[in-house]
T-cell receptor
Framework: EAQVTQNPRYLITVTGKKLTVTCSQN?????MSWYRQDPGLGLRQIYY???????DKGDVPEGYKVSRKEKRNFPLILESPSPNQTSLYFC??????????FGPGTRLTVL | GEDVEQSLFLSVREGDSSVINCTYT??????LYWYKQEPGAGLQLLTY?????DMKQDQRLTVLLNKKDKHLSLRIADTQTGDSAIYFC???????????FGRGTSLIVHP
């Protein structure tokens, strides 16, 4: 089954404790991206990647890192999480940026 | 910069048509999208339209684009309770990989 998976689905952590949210897709898509969804703000893109070793900033990259060492994986790294990064995070993949397939989301709470 | 506006709520009776509206500001927008988000799930692409089109129909969904007024609408015919969800409008300029999302319209379908 074609899908985008994210782990973990739920995470509660404390300020400053490094964490990684994994994202994996099995559709051989070149394009992957990370979004955060906050109430009243819709979705905002954090980072995107057009292919292996090619990443670029989206609208709200501050406080986040990404890597794309393999085509199928696009982890999101928070080196020193802060409470303002409490949010719902979505990973997405697509062939060319149009028909994006979204993962189920990761709800992160930073205390 | 780009801005995408949607009304926050829409309530309709089962069997009626729903019309969800969206306005955008960037006249060079090339791709316009409608996504559906069910509770606890990621976004699902419903349909998208190129800016050189006026209308696109797909089963119960009709997308209308008024380029002059920068207005996009999604009509759902014979609305069912399973259509209850949040609907996001998004735009993307050709050559950019950063889509701009609206804040989402919550569609509530009641018997």
């Amino acid at each position: 089954e074609a899908q985008v998976t994210q782990n973990p689905r739920y995470l509660i952590t404390v300020t400053g404790k490094k964490l990684t949210v994994t994202c994996s897709q099995n559709m051989n898509h070149e394009y992957m991206s990370w979004y955060r969804q906050d109430p009243g703000l819709g979705l905002r893109q954090i980072y995107y990647s057009m292919n292996v070793e090619v990443t670029d900033k989206g609208d709200v990259p501050e406080g986040y890192k990404v890597s794309r060492k393999e085509k199928r994986n696009f982890p999101l790294i928070l080196e020193s999480p802060s409470p303002n990064q409490t949010s719902l995070y979505f990973c997405a993949s697509s062939i060319g940026g149009n028909e994006q397939f979204f993962g189920p989301g990761t709800r992160l709470t930073v205390l | 910069g780009e801005d995408v506006e949607q009304s926050l709520f829409l309530s309709v009776r089962e069997g009626d048509s729903s019309v969800i509206n969206c306005t955008y500001t960037d006249s060079s927008s090339t791709y316009l999208y409608w996504y559906k988000q069910e509770p606890g799930a990621g976004l699902q692409l419903l349909t998208y339209i190129f800016s050189n089109m006026d209308m696109k129909q797909d089963q119960r969904l009709t997308v209308l684009l008024n380029k002059k007024d920068k207005h996009l609408s999604l009509r759902i015919a014979d609305t069912q309770t399973g259509d209850s969800a949040i609907y996001f409008c998004a735009e993307r300029i050709g050559g950019s990989y950063i889509p701009t999302f609206g804040r989402g319209t919550s569609l509530i379908v009641h018997p």
